[in-house]
T-cell receptor, first 113, second 112 residues
Framework: NAGVTQTPKFRILKIGQSMTLQCTQD?????MYWYRQDPGMGLKLIYY???????DKGEVPNGYNVSRSTTEDFPLRLELAAPSQTSVYFC????????????FGPGTRLTVT | GQQLNQSPQSMFIQEGEDVSMNCTSS?????WLWYKQDPGEGPVLLIA?????ELTSNGRLTAQFGITRKDSFLNISASIPSDVGIYFC????????????FGAGTILRVKS
């Protein structure tokens, strides 16, 4: 199993550009999450999904959108990139519940200039 | 937002020393998880705790779920250079829809 994979690894965006961060898991987990990590801070939940077709907002959803058309994939969309979205983004998945053991991808480092 | 205080913020210790770090909160948690993050990588789960008072070991790592359910600690015995990284606690908070809240992390550096 590859676990949770994320692409791209790094990306630089100009203000106002849009992009999609890809996340795929091959563990057949129902629950998937997107977090952002800023220096010296813990992980903040952006959006999560409890199954295909179901998504919900986390703590910091503004400026982002998600979709979950399959169990495996959970892309994160930035429509109008802003410098405040410069961060490292992590996707995670878990099998049995929103609080159960979450497995993380390697992250995408995004810079918006 | 939800507050989970992790300390110390960083540690620089000699190889072979024991390490202790903890997370505290004014809220009651139902689950505690401890993760380690290596540079350029995602967090990796070390230990999961599900009951108040639970003490769990994973090799040289030991973690406990505080009896008040408001805290947890992680101990690393006989540290080695590969223990270097950032350690995060995460707690499941019922008032946050059972989602996880993460501490800010403890940066561990080991002198060999």
């Amino acid at each position: 199993n590859a676990g949770v994979t994320q692409t791209p690894k790094f990306r630089i965006l100009k203000i106002g550009q849009s992009m999609t961060l890809q996340c795929t898991q091959d563990m057949n987990h129902n629950y998937m999450y997107w977090y952002r990590q800023d220096p010296g801070m813990g992980l903040k939940l952006i959006y999560y999904s409890v199954g295909a077709g179901i998504t919900d907002k986390g703590e910091v959803p503004n400026g982002y959108n998600v979709s979950r058309s399959t169990t495996e994939d959970f892309p994160l969309r930035l429509e109008l990139a802003a410098p405040s979205q410069t961060s490292v983004y992590f996707c995670a998945s878990s099998s049995t519940g929103i609080s159960s053991e979450q497995y993380f991808g390697p992250g995408t480092r995004l810079t918006v200039t | 937002g939800q507050q989970l205080n992790q300390s110390p913020q960083s540690m620089f210790i000699q190889e072979g020393e024991d390490v202790s770090m903890n997370c505290t909160s004014s809220s009651i948690f139902n689950t505690w998880l401890w993760y380690k993050q290596d540079p350029g990588e995602g967090p990796v789960l070390l230990i999961a705790l599900y009951k108040a008072g639970e003490l769990t070991s994973n090799g040289r790592l030991t973690a406990q779920f505080g009896i008040t359910r408001k805290d947890s600690f992680l101990n690393i015995s006989a540290s080695i250079p590969s223990d270097v990284g950032i350690y995060f606690c995460a707690g499941q908070l019922m008032e946050y829809g059972n989602k996880l809240v993460f501490g800010a992390g403890t940066i561990l550096r080991v002198k060999s």
